[in-house]
C-alpha cells in the first residue's frame, strides 16, 4: 500500500519487476479513494517515449478507418534485402540453390559460382546414384578440381540494383569480419 508521503514514484527508482505491479496498485488505490497518484519515468533518458522519432511523426486524423503499417517500413535487415529480390525477380538472393554442372568442364572453362566473399565451401554430387557429398573450399582466382574431374571457380556477384526499396550496393556487400 502506498502511504500519503509516496504519492508520486520514479519508475527509475524501482526495479522493473516490481513497477507494474506499484502501477496496478496505484490505479486501484485512486480508485477507492479519489486521489489521483502520479507515477512518472525520469525526462531525459534513453528510454524517453518523447525523445523517439515515432512520437515526433505527425499521425493522421482519426476518421475511423483501420490503417496498417507500410510493410516495407516494418520490414528490417536480411529479410528486406530477401523481400526486395524475390519482389525484383531473384528467387535465389543468397545463392543457395544447387547450380548445375558443365558436361566438360576444364581449367579453362571451370563451372561457375557467384560470391561476395573471397571463398567459398561447396559441396559436389560427383555420382547421382550416391547420396555422399564432396566438399571442398574454392578461393577466389583459383580453378579447383573435385575428385570427379570437374572444375570450379569463384566468380564476383553481380549486385542488383534494390534503390528502389532503401537497399545500397554498400548494404548488400557482406560487413567485415
Not at 475511423?64 to 520490414?75: A, H, L, Q, T, Y
Not at 577466389?140 to 575428385?147: H, I, L, M, N
Request: with cysteine.
Amino acid at each position: 500500500m502506498l502511504s500519503a508521503s509516496s504519492r508520486c514514484l520514479s519508475l527509475s527508482s524501482i526495479p522493473r519487476a516490481n513497477a507494474l505491479a506499484i502501477i496496478r496498485q496505484a490505479s486501484s488505490h485512486s480508485s477507492k479513494n479519489k486521489e489521483p497518484v502520479a507515477v512518472s519515468t525520469p525526462t531525459g533518458s534513453v528510454g524517453d517515449p518523447s525523445q523517439s522519432p515515432m512520437s515526433q511523426r505527425a499521425l493522421p486524423p482519426d476518421d475511423g478507418k483501420v490503417r496498417f503499417p507500410n510493410p516495407w517500413d516494418v520490414i528490417l535487415n536480411k529479410r528486406r534485402f530477401e523481400y526486395a529480390m524475390k519482389f525484383k525477380g531473384y528467387d535465389d538472393p543468397f545463392d543457395m540453390m544447387p547450380v548445375k554442372r558443365v558436361e566438360n568442364s576444364s581449367p579453362e572453362n571451370p563451372n561457375l559460382l557467384p560470391s561476395c566473399n573471397d571463398k567459398r565451401l561447396m559441396a559436389c554430387i560427383c555420382n547421382e546414384d550416391v547420396y555422399h557429398l564432396k566438399w571442398m573450399h574454392l578461393h577466389r582466382g583459383e580453378p579447383k578440381r573435385c575428385y570427379c574431374g570437374h572444375w570450379f571457380k569463384l566468380t564476383e556477384r553481380q549486385f542488383v540494383d534494390l534503390s528502389d526499396f532503401g537497399i545500397t550496393e554498400e548494404m548488400q556487400k557482406p560487413a567485415a569480419h
